[in-house]
Each structure stands twice: as structure tokens, then as C-alpha cells.
């Protein structure tokens, strides 16, 4: 599903070079590594939201590597999912909202039995008329997964989700994540440097 | 969801420093509408209520004085003008047509203007209901004078020396209204029409006329106009032959004169007058609105009429013009202001998007994450930009309209609606659209340019 081959990427004077990886077809993955070691440019690498130097990144049979910049645009929208450290929902918007936005963006139409039941599932449809500022970090991080996961992406990428929570909240996030992942039979994969995450999956690339 | 209604949202979660940008842009483009509306509707009153008159004649004073009282009857005539000379002038080749205005009174601060039928003829007149004005003391009234004052056919106006209310009235001396005008978007809304024979006579002693055989003319009328205020008037009408007052002829006296010897009468077929000899050389009116025969008029004629003695030649569109041009520094300077204002407006517009785009990057980056192109959150900004500018111009525009609308109410000689509409007003909204585009396109590629990755990393 997602194979990186002679992945290269040079910003500066930072020369990062990847060893080859390859995550089946729902899969589920970690990127384990300290911050500077360079996994969350690989993350950006893989979602489509940078362009590589050098080596070639293949998603679903896809080398996006090979795209310009519009085409990927176009292929993130209808097949990635991200899900940020920092939730950054459209703070003018609602709940349900930000979910519809999303559906827009990703070009999948509008869906609301959809967003209904991503709601329910993420326990998150009793806020959903409430505005970004008026709901809590926790339920936030919630609308992102929820935002990530409503067009049923192939590939679900999480950049350390887990970073700032507790043990609890660490364990229900990661448990969400598995659970759409499962559900929508996307890959997942994240990028941490949070051990706790890797006990969690087996298969795990160290930078 | 799409672009324009997160645009909308965008506007709406900032509501301050919306409203801010569009109250800003809406009195900067609310005064330019308003200078346009104001004075294109100004220039097609005058156009309206000038066409068909080159050249006012009337006693030696201001010409602009004498456009404003004779055309648009708001300023008092400068004097009046012999019968005689206005009839000499009146043959003059030159000369296509030239009617005669005789002011000086008023009914309830209406004026009554003496004149021929060719003066409603002008402005394309018609009558409602009943006659025009040919028999003595008869009115036909203007549309809006009796609308305002409740007048039938059949009433009895007593006129007032003076154009405003309150002068000195004539009160045995009524007018019968004969006719009532429909409506012609002019000055002739707001007159009163009688014939010039009835407004000497008024002006004259009434104790021994005698109604009958003639149309226009009393025997006996050969009392004093004076279109001046009243202050230098004693009207004593128990004395039969008052002409005090008259300061532009000598007059001989009428005591000595039998009335016999002048009750001949003469055609004053290129004023349309039929006067008796003595009129003809007592009487007075107090202008003439003359058309002329070519273009060769509008240099002749004028020079040829400032050239005797007690007359003044005063040129509708040349006096306008004039009049244009000393209100036109004025204009200019709020029209600058209005221009101020907008750019004023247009900047604030950019720190509002300038800002938001700040607090909003990484909302941004996420919706390209998302899928959005760059093109999509390009526009998404100069949306926001446009809105606020879009806002602001309606509501710039409703501002001016709506104070438009009650300059016509705040007096009756305009009438204003709030649906008049120029064509200014179509480069008024586009310039106004092509600042909002301006004011929004730098922060709209700030957005374009905007580094994914980079602010994400960051974030």
C-alpha cells in the first residue's frame, strides 16, 4: 500500500535519507523517532504535503512522487487523511461543520448520514452544533480524527496525536484511530516519538 | 459547504472588524453616490425646466438672478421691463418666440405668474380638468399647488403681493381657478397661471371696471407691478389710479388723460397680447422667455438686448453652467473626501484579512491538507475581501438613496425618490469592487503561497 525506495529530502542544510519501508494494505504502522530525526517530513512526504528531492513514494499503486502540485492536492483530498498534533478545526465554523467542510474539500459531496454516524462513533454528536471555541481540547482532537476519517481516506496518517495527553486519553486516541482505520480499511499510520504508541503496533520504522 | 459560504462564515465569526470595514466603505461610496445622484438630478431638472428657452430677458440686474426667478422661480426678479421695449425686442428677427412672465405675487407662497398660454405649451402642459387661463381673473392651477392647498375647479385664489406668505394680500381682487394642470415633472407643477391682463389688473384699482367683452385687458388696468418685495408698496385700492411705487417708467398722469383716447387696441401678436395703446405704454412685465430663430441669435441677441438701456439678456445654459462651476470646488473637494474615505476603507479591509490570515494559517494549511488547492483558498480570501466591499457598497448605495429621498421631502420644489438610480452609479460600484479586489488580493496570495508542510511542521 505505501513503499518509499531511495527516499530522499533536502531543505537547507538538512540531508535526510529514508531506508526502504513498505506498509501493506491495511496495515498499521509507526514512524518512532526524536524530534529533528526527521518523521514528521517523512509523514508530510507520504501525505502529499511536500515534494521529495530524490526516490519514490508509492501509494496504492500510485507514484505520487511523480505528481505536480495540483494533481496532489487532488489525490490527498480523495484518499489521505490527516490527523495533527493540533486540532487547527475552522474556528468559524461548527462541529458538523468542519465535517462538512471536509466533505467539500475532499470532493466526495455532501454526505450527512455520514457525518451523523462519524459523530455518533467518535461521541462527539451531541456538540456538533457548538462552535471550535466552545468545546474542550479533548473533543477537539475528536472533530480532527472524525475530520480525518469522513471520506473513508485509504490512507490515515497521524502526526503525534498523542503527544500531550495522559495515559487514558493516550490509550482512547489510539484506540480511536485503530477502530476507523479498521472500519473504513484504511492504512494508518503515525509518526511519534512517544513509546507508549509503539507498544501498541507491531510494525514500526525507527529514524 | 462550499467556498462562498465559508467566506460568509468567515465574515460573520469577526463581526467588529467587519462591521468596521463595511461602515468605513459605505460612507466613503454613500457621499460619491450621493454627489452624483444630487447633481445629475440637478442637471436634468434644469435641462427639464430650460428646454425651449435660449435667452431670458428681464430688468438690468444679475443674469443668474434672473435665470433663478424666471426659470426655476426661486430667486426674486431683478425688476421689470417696460411693455414697450419687451415688445419692441420682440420683433426683432432673431427672435423665435418669446412669451412673457409677469411675477410678483403669490397665493400661500405659491407664485402666481401672469403670462400666455404658449408659457404651459413650453413644458408640453396639460389640463386635468377644465379651461386654460384666457378670461380675466381666471387660474389654471399646477398639479402640486393643488394637491398641497386642496384646490377645485371653482375656487377662489386671492393673491398676495410678494413671493412669500404673509405679503400684503389683494383680497377684492380674487381668481377664479378655471383649470387644473397635470402633472409635468417641471417648475409649472408648483405655479399658479393667470393671464398677464389679470395681473395688472389686480395691480390696478377695481372700483369701476367693467367685466364683459374683453378677453384679456381692463380699460381701466393700468396699476403697478412690482415684482420687488412689497416694502416699497402702499397699495391704497380705494384710489383709483395708485401707481406709486413704479420705478421703471415715468409715468404721466392719468388724471389729466381721457381713458377714451387709449382704449384702442393693439396686437402684440409676437407676445401674444392684446393690450389697449395705453397698457402698451404704461405697463410692465417682468421678463421675457425668448427662443431664437438660429444659432446666429445665441451671439447677436444677447448684445443687442444688454445694449438697451433697461434690459438684460441672461442665458439659461450659460448661467447654469456658471452656477456649475462655482459649486463645482465644493463638489470636488467632498467628492475627494469620499475618495479618502474608500481608500481609508480599502486598508482597513486588508489588516482585517492581513490579520485574520495570521490567526488563520494553520486552519488554512489543514484545508489544504484537506484537498484544497491553492487556487481554492486564493479565493476563499478575496471572497472574504469582496464581501466586506460588496457590503459595504450596498450599503453605501442604500445610505445615499435614502437621504436622496428626503431631500424631496424636506422641500417641495424637488422630488426625489429613492429609486433614482444614474448611470454613474454602475462605475460607482464596479471602481468599488476593483478596490475591494485590490485591498484583498495581496493577503489572497499570501494564502495562495502559503507553505503546507512548513506551517504544519510548526505547528
Redesign the interface.
Known amino acids: 500500500m505505501v513503499r518509499i525506495h531511495q527516499l530522499k529530502h533536502n531543505f537547507k542544510s538538512t540531508h535526510l535519507t529514508y531506508p526502504e519501508w513498505e506498509v501493506p494494505q491495511g496495515g498499521q504502522a509507526v514512524i518512532l523517532g526524536n524530534s529533528g530525526s526527521g518523521k514528521t517530513t517523512l509523514l508530510h512526504l507520504i501525505g502529499g504535503l511536500l515534494q521529495c528531492t530524490s526516490g519514490e513514494i508509492v501509494i496504492g499503486g500510485e507514484r505520487i512522487s511523480e505528481f505536480g502540485s495540483a494533481e496532489l492536492d487532488s489525490f490527498r483530498g480523495k484518499n489521505i487523511g490527516i490527523v495533527f498534533q493540533q486540532a487547527h478545526l475552522v474556528r468559524s465554523l461548527s462541529v458538523a461543520e468542519n465535517l462538512q467542510l471536509a466533505q467539500y474539500l475532499a470532493g466526495s459531496g455532501k454526505d450527512s448520514a455520514k457525518i451523523k454516524e462519524v459523530l455518533h462513533e467518535l461521541d462527539i454528536f451531541e456538540i456538533r452544533d457548538r462552535k471550535i471555541y466552545q468545546i474542550s481540547q479533548g473533543q477537539a482532537q475528536r472533530v480532527s480524527i472524525a475530520r480525518a476519517v469522513i471520506h473513508a481516506p485509504k490512507l490515515l496518517l497521524a502526526d503525534e496525536p498523542t503527544a500531550s495527553l495522559d495515559d487514558e486519553n493516550c490509550e482512547r486516541v489510539l484506540s480511536l484511530l485503530k477502530r476507523q482505520a479498521l472500519k473504513t480499511e484504511s492504512t494508518l499510520i503515525i509518526a511519534t516519538h512517544d513509546q507508549r504508541v509503539k507498544a501498541k503496533f507491531n510494525d514500526y520504522l525507527s529514524l | 459547504?462550499?467556498l462562498l459560504l465559508?467566506s460568509i462564515?468567515?465574515v460573520?465569526?469577526k463581526p467588529l472588524s467587519s462591521l468596521l470595514s463595511i461602515i468605513l466603505f459605505g460612507f466613503g461610496v454613500s457621499i460619491i453616490v450621493s454627489i452624483f445622484l444630487v447633481g445629475s438630478f440637478l442637471k436634468s431638472e434644469i435641462t427639464r425646466n430650460a428646454q425651449g428657452i435660449d435667452l431670458v430677458v428681464g430688468a438690468k440686474g444679475s443674469p443668474l438672478q434672473i435665470i433663478l426667478a424666471n426659470i426655476f422661480h426661486i430667486d426674486f426678479p431683478t425688476g421689470n421691463i417696460s411693455l414697450n421695449d419687451a415688445n419692441e425686442l420682440s420683433k426683432n428677427r432673431l427672435i423665435a418666440s418669446a412669451i412673457p412672465l409677469s411675477l410678483g405675487d403669490s397665493h400661500k407662497g405659491y407664485r402666481i405668474i401672469g403670462t400666455t398660454l404658449e408659457y404651459p405649451e413650453l413644458y408640453n402642459a396639460e389640463l386635468a380638468s377644465g379651461a386654460w387661463f384666457e378670461k380675466n381673473m381666471a387660474a389654471a392651477v399646477g398639479s402640486k399647488v393643488a394637491e398641497a392647498l386642496g384646490i377645485e375647479l371653482g375656487d377662489q385664489l386671492t393673491s398676495a403681493h410678494g413671493l412669500s406668505e404673509g405679503g400684503e394680500g389683494h383680497e377684492e381682487a380674487p381668481f377664479t381657478v378655471v383649470g387644473l394642470m397635470k402633472s409635468t415633472g417641471t417648475v409649472l407643477d408648483q405655479l399658479i397661471l393667470v393671464s398677464t391682463g389679470s395681473v395688472w389688473e389686480v395691480h390696478s384699482s377695481h372700483g369701476d371696471e367693467e367685466h364683459g367683452s374683453h378677453d384679456e385687458t381692463e380699460e381701466d388696468a393700468h396699476g403697478v407691478h412690482d415684482a420687488h418685495e412689497e416694502d416699497e408698496h402702499d397699495h391704497d385700492h380705494d384710489d383709483q389710479h395708485n401707481h406709486d411705487g413704479h420705478d421703471h417708467h415715468d409715468h404721466h398722469d392719468h388724471e389729466e388723460h381721457d381713458h377714451h383716447d387709449h382704449d384702442k387696441e393693439v396686437n402684440l401678436d409676437r407676445l401674444g397680447l392684446t393690450v389697449t395703446e395705453e397698457q402698451l405704454e404704461n405697463e410692465s412685465i417682468t421678463s421675457l422667455l425668448v427662443k431664437y430663430r438660429s444659432p446666429m441669435a445665441a451671439v447677436q441677441l444677447p448684445r443687442i438686448v444688454n445694449a438697451t438701456s433697461n434690459l438684460q439678456a441672461a442665458a439659461p445654459a450659460y448661467e447654469t453652467a456658471r452656477l456649475f462651476n462655482i459649486i463645482g470646488t465644493g463638489v470636488d473637494v467632498v467628492n475627494i473626501l469620499g475618495v479618502v474615505i474608500i481608500v481609508l476603507s480599502a486598508i482597513s479591509v486588508f489588516i482585517a484579512l492581513f490579520n485574520s490570515l495570521k490567526e488563520?494559517k494553520?486552519?488554512l494549511?489543514?484545508?489544504?491538507?484537506?484537498?484544497?488547492?491553492?487556487v481554492?483558498v486564493f479565493m476563499l480570501i478575496l471572497f472574504e475581501g469582496m464581501l466586506l466591499t460588496l457590503f459595504g457598497s450596498l450599503l453605501g448605495f442604500t445610505l445615499a438613496h435614502f437621504g436622496f429621498s428626503l431631500l424631496g421631502n424636506a422641500s417641495e420644489q424637488i422630488d426625489t425618490t429613492f429609486l433614482y438610480f444614474v448611470s454613474e452609479e454602475v462605475k460607482v460600484l464596479t471602481g468599488s469592487l476593483l478596490v475591494g479586489f485590490l485591498s484583498s488580493i495581496l493577503p489572497a496570495l499570501m494564502a495562495y503561497r502559503t507553505d503546507?508542510?512548513e506551517t504544519?511542521?510548526k505547528?
Open positions: 459547504m462550499n465559508l462564515k468567515n460573520l465569526a488563520r494553520y486552519e494549511a489543514i484545508m489544504r491538507s484537506m484537498g484544497a488547492t491553492r481554492k503546507i508542510s504544519l511542521a505547528a
